[in-house]
T-cell receptor, first 110, second 116 residues
Framework: QKEVEQNSGPLSVPEGAIASLNCTYS??????FFWYRQYSGKSPELIMF????GDKEDGRFTAQLNKASQYVSLLIRDSQPSDSATYLC??????????FGDGTTLTVKP | EAGVAQSPRYKIIEKRQSVAFWCNPI?????LYWYQQILGQGPKLLIQ????????DSQLPKDRFSAERLKGVDSTLKIQPAKLEDSAVYLC??????????????FGPGTRLLVL
C-alpha cells in the first residue's frame, strides 16, 4: 500500500462544474498536506496546503482535511479548461519529508 | 526572485554510462530535495539536504546514485552506471527550511533523462 493514494483518473468534468479530487494517506506522522498541479511536461506547482482539520478556501479552490479518516480532498469550483492537468497530493512530516501520490488526471471539457 | 535552476534540461545516454545533474536552489533556501519522477507516477524523494548535511537518503539507490551539496548551496546528483529503469524526470526542489507546517517546496524545471 502506498503511503499516499489517489485515484489515477482520468476525471472528466464539463466547464463550469465542480471537480472533486481525493487523497488518502496512511502515515499518521504526516502533519500537513499540499496540492500541486502539474501540466504535461512541466514541474509541479503549488496550489495550496492545509494542516488543520476542516476546510480551507483560496479562490476557486477548497482543500478539506479529515485527520481521523486520513483523508484530504481538493474541490475546484467553476472548472476551466486551463485546469486540465494532473493534481498531486503530498503529505509532509515534521521533518519536512514529502510523500507524493501518483496524481489524478483532470480533464475539463469546454 | 529567481527560481530553482536545473541543468541540463534533457539528456540521452546509453546504459552503463554515467550522468550528472546540477541544481541551484532559490537563494537563501536551506533545504534542497532531489526527486525522481517516472512517467505516470508522482515524484519520489531520492535525497533531502539541510544546508550541506543529508537529512534523508533512505530511497537513494546508493550503489549507483550519489549526491552532494557542497557549501550548502548548489547540488549535483550523479548516476553511475545508468540502467534503463533510470529513465525519468529528475526534479530538484528547495524550501526555506524543513519541517514547518507551511513549508512550501519550489520545483525546478527538471531534467529529462532517457537511458537507451
Amino acid at each position: 500500500q502506498k503511503e499516499v493514494e489517489q485515484n489515477s483518473g482520468p476525471l472528466s468534468v464539463p466547464e463550469g462544474a465542480i471537480a472533486s479530487l481525493n487523497c488518502t494517506y496512511s502515515d499518521r506522522g504526516s502533519q500537513s498536506f499540499f496540492w500541486y498541479r502539474q501540466y504535461s511536461g512541466k514541474s509541479p506547482e503549488l496550489i495550496m496546503f492545509i494542516y488543520s482539520n476542516g476546510d480551507k478556501e483560496d479562490g476557486r479552490f477548497t482543500a478539506q482535511l479529515n485527520k481521523a479518516s486520513q483523508y484530504v480532498s481538493l474541490l475546484i469550483r467553476d472548472s476551466q479548461p486551463s485546469d486540465s492537468a494532473t493534481y498531486l497530493c503530498a503529505g509532509n512530516t515534521n521533518a519536512g519529508k514529502s510523500t507524493f501520490g501518483d496524481g489524478t488526471t483532470l480533464t475539463v471539457k469546454p | 526572485e529567481a527560481g530553482v535552476a536545473q541543468s541540463p534540461r534533457y539528456k540521452i545516454i546509453e546504459k552503463r554510462q554515467s550522468v550528472a545533474f546540477w541544481c541551484n536552489p532559490i537563494s537563501g533556501h536551506a533545504t534542497l530535495y532531489w526527486y525522481q519522477q517516472i512517467l505516470g507516477q508522482g515524484p519520489k524523494l531520492l535525497i533531502q539536504f539541510q544546508n550541506n548535511g543529508v537529512v534523508d537518503d533512505s530511497q537513494l539507490p546508493k550503489d549507483r546514485f550519489s549526491a552532494e551539496r557542497l557549501k550548502g548551496v548548489d547540488s549535483t546528483l550523479k548516476i553511475q552506471p545508468a540502467k534503463l529503469e533510470d529513465s525519468a524526470v529528475y526534479l530538484c526542489a528547495s524550501s526555506f527550511l524543513a519541517g514547518g507546517l507551511q513549508e512550501t517546496q519550489y520545483f525546478g524545471p527538471g531534467t529529462r533523462l532517457l537511458v537507451l
